[in-house]
Nanobody, 115 residues
């Protein structure tokens, strides 16, 4: 069982920056990939970025060059630094961790980018 606790997010003007964090905890879990997804109102949840324990990174095309994902393997924490934010980045951001064949999700944190 894996518990994910997200923090960060909030309201920012276009062009601004935010950072969200997610800490994984639990018993008997093994983590390779950690990632962030987002869901805008009325839209499906979509991949934002993922990072493996070895540092392999994947970004959605829409955030390349603006967002940076990183992780601390000792603290089981994944970060998403979001720069040059746009109104279309608005949504609920979810932390995701696959472990032992199950997909775990955080509760989500709201990111709102205003004009």
């Amino acid at each position: 069982q894996v518990q994910l606790a997200e923090s960060g997010g909030g309201l920012v003007q276009a062009g601004g920056s935010l950072r969200v964090s997610c800490v994984a905890s639990g018993s008997r879990f093994s983590i390779n990939a950690m990632g962030w997804y987002r869901q805008a109102p009325g839209k499906q949840r979509e991949l934002v970025a993922t990072i493996t324990s070895g540092g392999r990174i994947n970004y959605a095309e829409s955030v390349k060059g603006r967002f940076t994902i990183s992780r601390d393997n000792v603290k089981n924490t994944v970060y998403l630094q979001m720069n040059s934010l746009k109104p279309e980045d608005t949504g609920v951001y979810y932390c995701n961790v696959p472990s032992f064949g199950q997909n775990y999700w955080g509760q989500g944190t709201q990111v709102t980018v205003s004009l």
